[in-house]
């Protein structure tokens, strides 16, 4: 079945302590997108990948790093975690072209104290 | 910055009523696509429209791209408690960036 995976599903963390979201999808596609969503402002693209060590900020990149070591892997790090990246979470995956389908994973609920 | 507005944000209907959701930018668009997600879940890509006047239908679901690609809206006949989610339009403009971008959503409540 076609999927895109992230994990964890839930995440309580306290400010300060690194953590790292895990993204996985086995649809071989080249294009990933990390998003945060916030009540009232929509789906806001963190980072994206166009491919293997190919990756570009897009909204709002600050307080996040991301890796593109593998195709199928695309995991969202934030190091020094604040209350105000408290949010919900989405990896998208698509495959080459302007007009493709996002795929997203069922999202990472983090709540950072 | 490449904006992608919707309206109404929040829409609270009854049962078989009919409603139409708005998608409008500054910017031109080569295709939109429309999601819907429902809670705990990611979006899902309910229809992709590329070509500028184009209409699509998906069963009581109506899609207009504009003529100029700079907008669209999505119109809804006979609205069923099933239909209650976020709708999100979405799209690349055409100004060479690979940015995949949302609208601000529409909240769609039918009420039984």
């Known amino acids: 079945e076609a999927q895109v995976t992230q994990n964890p599903r839930y995440l309580i963390t306290v400010t300060g302590k690194k953590l790292t979201v895990t993204c996985s999808q086995n649809?071989?596609?080249?294009?990933m997108s990390w998003y945060r969503q916030d009540p009232g402002l929509g789906l806001r693209q963190i980072y994206y990948?166009?491919?293997?060590?190919?990756?570009d900020k897009g909204d709002v990149p600050e307080g996040y790093k991301v890796s593109r070591k593998e195709k199928r892997n695309f995991p969202l790090i934030l190091e020094s975690p604040s209350p105000n990246q408290t949010s919900l979470y989405f990896c998208?995956?698509?495959?080459?072209?302007?007009?493709?389908?996002?795929?997203f994973g069922q999202g990472t609920r983090l709540t950072v104290v | 910055t490449q904006l992608l507005e919707q309206s109404p944000q929040f829409l609270s209907i009854q049962e078989g009523e009919n409603l139409t959701v708005y998608c409008n930018s500054s910017?031109?668009?080569?295709?939109l696509q429309w999601y819907r997600q429902e809670p705990g879940e990611g979006p899902v890509l309910l229809v992709t429209?590329?070509?500028?006047?184009e209409v699509k239908k998906l069963k009581r679901l109506t899609f207009q791209f504009g003529d100029a690609r700079k907008d669209s809206s999505l119109h809804i006949t006979a609205a069923q408690p099933g239909d209650t989610g976020l709708y999100l339009c979405?799209?690349?403009?055409?100004?060479?960036?690979?940015?995949?971008?949302f609208g601000t959503g529409t909240r769609l409540k039918v009420l039984a």
């Open positions: 429209v590329v070509t500028g006047g």
């Open positions: 910017s031109v668009f080569s295709s």
């Open positions: 649809m071989n596609h080249e294009y």
């Open positions: 990948s166009m491919n293997v060590e190919v990756t």
């Open positions: 979405a799209g690349h403009a055409t100004s060479g960036t690979y940015k995949y971008i």
């Open positions: 998208a995956s698509r495959s080459r072209g302007r007009d493709t389908e996002a795929f």
